[in-house]
């Protein structure tokens, strides 16, 4: 899984797969769901982030991590 935020467009995006979306839902406004071939759900993009959630901490509980990545 991975996050990404463009401040530019204010959008969050979150990688739930590597597989390519075949579709896409909105499934509220500015959140949209993008769904692969077989029906999983593979990321999820936030428009205005900042308005929909607090980007300011990310807190992670009770995840089997094996590694976690910090990038600028």
């Given at each position: 899984m991975r996050l990404d935020y463009?401040?530019?467009?204010?959008?969050?995006?979150?990688?739930?797969?590597?597989?390519?979306?075949?579709?896409?839902?909105?499934?509220?406004?500015g959140v949209v769901v993008d769904v692969g071939a077989q029906g999983q759900v593979v990321g999820i993009d936030i428009q205005h982030a900042s308005r929909q959630v607090d980007l300011r901490a990310l807190s992670v509980s009770h995840l089997p991590l094996t590694s976690v990545a910090l990038a600028a």
């Open positions: 463009d401040p530019q467009t204010d959008s969050l995006y979150i990688h739930l797969s590597d597989a390519p979306a075949r579709d896409s839902l909105e499934v509220g406004e």
